[in-house]
């Protein structure tokens, strides 16, 4: 069974900060893993999808990477800034047969990003 | 504005009420998806309907009924709910069930169940 784990639960920093957040899964035998943002009480945002056969992808001050066979992705962010201050969530798509798709959610890392 | 929306955003039902829940995507996706988000637990998949037919039910109880009725709208039916069932409802759209495209979410429905 699938499962995904983020790495720290909670983060405080400096604006200004560069920062990476963790997420590792057991299992790596996926199709995908995306990376959402979530504002409190609210929906998520998808903030970039990284296919396995790639390692990396870029987006503003943001850079996601995968390592599949150890199982590891990273979000760095770059220059963090108070307006980043939320919950993000990593999600895996397993390969399954049958073709229906159904992502795996880690628990999140919430980041507060003081002025 | 992610092109997916929730309407209410909050509901307060009793354990005896029937309410139902509503999402409509204008992003021309073929796949909808429910989810349920608990406090300190992962977002947990509920229904996926790929064009207006349910592919999978993740196991959910009876007292929710998904319907969705075409491929813009996904409603979710609440019957008889418990005070457990309180969590934010996620409603999402992606253009096809294969996990090939990102999944879009709507801002969520705050359930509390009295």
């Known amino acids: 069974k699938q499962e995904v784990t983020q790495i720290p639960a909670a983060l405080s920093v400096p604006e200004g900060e560069n920062l990476v957040l963790n997420c590792s899964f057991t299992?790596?035998?996926?199709?995908?893993l995306q990376w959402f943002r979530q504002d409190p009480g609210k929906g998520l945002t998808s903030l970039l999808l990284?296919?396995?056969?790639?390692r990396e992808q870029t987006s503003g001050r943001l850079n996601a990477s995968l390592d599949k066979s150890s199982g590891r992705s990273t979000l760095y962010i770059a220059a963090s800034q108070p307006g980043d201050s939320a919950t993000y969530l990593c999600?895996?798509?397993?390969?399954?047969?049958?073709?229906?798709?159904?992502?795996?959610f880690g628990k999140g890392t919430k980041l507060t990003v003081n002025p | 504005e992610t092109g997916v929306t929730q309407t209410p955003r909050h509901l307060v039902m009793g354990m005896t009420n029937k309410k139902s829940l509503k999402c409509e995507q204008h992003?021309?996706?073929?796949?909808m998806y429910w989810y349920k988000q608990s406090a300190k637990k992962p977002l947990e998949l509920m229904f996926v309907?790929?064009?207006?037919?349910?592919?999978e039910n993740n196991s959910v109880p009876s007292r929710f009924s998904p319907e969705c009725p075409n491929s813009s709208h996904l409603f979710l039916h609440l019957h008889t709910l418990q005070p457990e069932d309180s969590a934010l409802y996620l409603c999402?759209?992606?253009?096809?069930?294969?996990?090939?495209?990102?999944?879009?979410f709507g801002p969520g429905t705050r359930l509390t169940v009295t």
């Open positions: 309907y790929s064009l207006e037919e349910r592919v």
């Open positions: 992003l021309g996706h073929n796949a």
């Open positions: 299992d790596s035998a996926i199709y995908n």
């Open positions: 990284i296919q396995s056969s790639q």
């Open positions: 999402a759209s992606s253009q096809d069930q294969y996990g090939l495209y990102e999944q879009y």
């Open positions: 999600a895996v798509r397993p390969l399954t047969q049958g073709g229906s798709e159904k992502l795996v």
